[in-house]
């Protein structure tokens, strides 16, 4: 069973489109995340929502709009994409534990492929 | 500022050429250091979870350690297989991890 899904895997569309990519997670999880992989390879965290709620916005500009319906899908809308938006995004959950060790270990999906032609 | 830098940026290695990755951080206030591994084309997958400075966890031919400034994932005696970018992370507050740039391992037959 896959843990955390993500759709589309790979995404290819024109600049100034609207376009959105859909995770689950399976794991009971109460916390998910979406994060940006440059062509570098590195990783950063853009948001994060526990049981529903924005925690963290990394100063993510507001043409990316994340949707949490309920605690086990997290879903990101992009508008009006950009060339600089091609890049990799992964959604990840994890377990944020009230008292230790801390269980904060985050899964993360497959990941989803943007080209913005 | 929270950062995390991980050296070398890339390994060759023979198989059975054992070696170290090292990931150094500044962080206020660590709560946990991740170790993951990823393969191309493919999302990060967990191996290991380390909360304070002596703590050591394995898992086949991989090692992780932690000090108060730096956690070494150790390779012993590797194999093809175990060629992958190996991330390393921090959680410095609750639903924030910050990563390194990770270290692309190759090792060859």
């Known amino acids: 069973d896959t843990a955390v899904s993500q759709t589309p895997k790979y995404l290819v569309t024109q600049m100034g489109n609207d376009k959105s990519i859909k995770c689950e997670q399976n794991l009971g999880h109460d916390t998910m995340y979406w994060y940006k992989q440059d062509s570098k390879k590195f990783l950063k965290i853009m948001f994060s929502?526990?049981?529903?709620?924005?925690?963290i916005n990394e100063t993510v500009p507001n043409r990316f709009s994340p949707k949490s319906p309920d605690k086990a899908h997290l879903n990101l809308h992009i508008n009006s994409l950009e060339l600089g938006d091609s890049a990799v995004y992964f959604c990840?959950?994890?377990?944020?534990?009230?008292?230790?060790?801390?269980?904060?270990?985050?899964?993360f999906g497959p990941g989803t492929r943007l080209l913005v032609l | 500022e929270d950062q995390v830098t991980q050296s070398p940026e890339a390994l060759r290695l023979q198989e059975g050429e054992s070696s170290s990755l090292n990931c150094s951080y500044t962080v206020s206030g660590l709560r946990g250091l991740f170790w993951y591994r990823q393969d191309p084309g493919k999302g990060p997958e967990f191996l290991f979870t380390?909360?304070?400075a002596g703590e050591e966890k394995e898992k086949e031919r991989l090692k992780a350690t932690l000090t108060k400034k730096e956690s070494f994932l150790h390779i012993t005696a590797p194999k093809p297989e175990d060629s992958a970018t190996y991330l390393c992370a921090v959680s410095s507050g609750t639903y924030k991890y910050i990563f390194g740039t990770g270290t692309r391992l190759k090792v060859l037959a």
């Open positions: 990840a959950s994890s377990q944020v534990g009230t008292s230790g060790p801390y269980q904060e270990t985050q899964y």
């Open positions: 380390l909360y304070s």
């Open positions: 929502y526990n049981n529903k709620e924005l925690i």
